[in-house]
């Protein structure tokens, strides 16, 4: 039977059984091969506050927030929901690097030429 992807979906090579994780958004229990895994750093105050906070600092110099470093595991419905991974047609699916990059470039490509708009102001 012809499959849609060479490895299903998963990274499971010659293991029974990976283990389970809960999906972060829905609480779906995902094989943790399967589980599209995120790292998120986060500040713990959101910037609107972290503003008032410094004003109402004593401290001059501002101060070093603490951030929030999360591992994120989602199910692959979620991961594509919120555009964590994306579909890729046949051809592409063959390839080796994950949509993970292309999702990461696109945001990098788009804040250069603003960064080299600046510069020239200057
Ligand atoms: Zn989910």
Redesign the pocket.
Known sequence: MPSKRRNNGRNKKNRGISGHVN?D????I?AKDKAIKKFTVRDIIDAASKEDIGKASAYKVPTQVPKIMMKMW??V??AIHARIVAVRSVVDRRKRDTGKKKMMRKPMEQKKPEEKKEEVKA
């Open positions: 999906c958004n829905c609480a779906r995902v989602y199910c419905s979620c």
